[in-house]
């Protein structure tokens, strides 16, 4: 019998391979055959949801909450949508400490505000202990639409434009665990990427939130959709000290 693995929730192949097992025979259907970040839906409304569990809750640079409403409102700008409403909903282990959940709360609030996005509607629900870590959060997004993603209009010859370095927000995280021993500088670069929503105007055709599985897994997946490889230069790459020394 198969069982799920950790690696499922990864991203990558696996998830891909289970969305098209699992999830699309039993929903598929014209805007979910899309699988894309957010949904474009009438009336001008784009709409996506996703869900945060991250250990520890706290990391330099960042932290649960900070990573739930940014990771939600960047996956309906690289959608082509203006983040405008966030729902909010918590599960809690029992036990949770209050202050830890403040500090949470405080968290989104304050990451809410750098967005300009209004929490809006959400719920709680609390588990027994031992059967959560600490806090899980689910967000969903609700936008206006600026533009779709046009990736019948990538030809060969475009180019991959990246917005920063890579590998901070997982090294940043992984040295908080205490995973290596290490210690370093690195914060995590968790952060809403408005800055983006002017380059659907100007000729950007698509766009993606490098989260799990990296650049490797983003450009893979973008591949198969074309049906042509896609060629990086690894030196062009760009990378922090830490993430570099790492």
Request: aromatic fraction near 6%; proline fraction near 5%.
């Amino acid at each position: 019998m198969t069982k799920v693995s950790l690696e499922l929730g990864s991203g990558g192949r696996l998830m891909r391979d289970f969305i098209a097992g699992m999830i699309l025979p039993s929903f598929g259907n014209p805007i979910l055959d899309e699988l894309s970040d957010a949904v474009h839906l009438p009336g001008g409304v784009a709409f996506t949801t996703d869900s945060y569990v991250v250990d520890p809750l706290f990391f330099p640079g960042g932290d649960i909450g900070r990573l739930a409403v940014n990771g939600t409102v960047n996956d309906l700008v690289v959608s082509g949508a203006e983040p405008r409403f966030l729902s909010l909903a918590l599960i809690l282990e029992e036990g949770l400490e209050t202050d830890v959940l403040d500090r949470v709360i405080r968290s989104v609030s304050a990451a809410a505000r750098a967005a300009n996005v209004r929490i809006v509607t959400g719920d709680t629900k609390v588990v027994r202990r031992g059967q959560g870590d600490k806090v899980y959060i689910n967000t969903a997004g609700v936008g206006r639409s600026v533009a779709r993603p046009r990736l019948g209009k990538i030809r060969r010859g475009d180019k991959v434009i990246l917005t920063g370095t890579l590998g901070d927000h997982s090294l940043a995280v992984m040295l908080a665990r205490g995973d290596f021993g290490l210690s370093s500088s690195v914060r995590s670069d968790c952060a809403p990427l408005l800055f983006l929503l002017p380059l659907w105007k100007k000729g950007a055709l698509w766009m993606r939130d490098v989260t799990r599985g990296g650049l490797a897994t983003v450009l893979f997946e973008l591949a198969e959709r074309l049906h042509y490889p896609i060629l990086v230069e690894e030196d062009k790459i760009p990378l922090s000290k830490p993430v570099r020394a790492a």
